[in-house]
């Protein structure tokens, strides 16, 4: 597999991992929202409202460890575009970039 395909396959799983965060928090948010409902209902069990904050702990968890992982592969991606940036731009000419813009600029007028 080439670098490049390396990189989008890269870019893809940083997406469902950014995807998998939502959905979990959104679990997370329903648990602690029923968990509030249990402990407002008088025939509700203490087991139950204590279950469903446990339940919403290891999510919880779940978030803070995907979160980790994003941020660090989000380093990794800047690191990749900003290397990309600096081998484009000492290997582009910069009068053919200042050329390729007044071309655009002329058919404009």
């Not at 995807?19 to 929202?33: E, M, R, W």
């Not at 995907?66 to 009068?95: G, P, R, W």
């Amino acid at each position: 597999m080439g670098s490049r395909k390396v990189i989008e396959s890269y870019k893809v799983d940083i997406n469902d991992l950014a995807d998998l965060l939502g959905k979990l928090v959104s679990s997370y948010q329903a648990l602690i929202g029923s968990s509030a409902q249990l402990n407002g209902m008088a025939v509700s069990r203490k087991s139950q409202v204590k279950n469903t904050l446990q339940k919403a702990g290891k999510i919880g968890e779940m978030i803070d460890e995907i979160i980790k992982v994003l941020e660090e592969a989000n380093n990794n991606y800047l690191d990749y575009c900003e290397l990309k940036s600096e081998i484009i731009k000492t290997t582009i000419n910069e009068n053919y970039i200042v050329a390729e813009i007044n071309e655009e600029l002329s058919f404009k007028e």
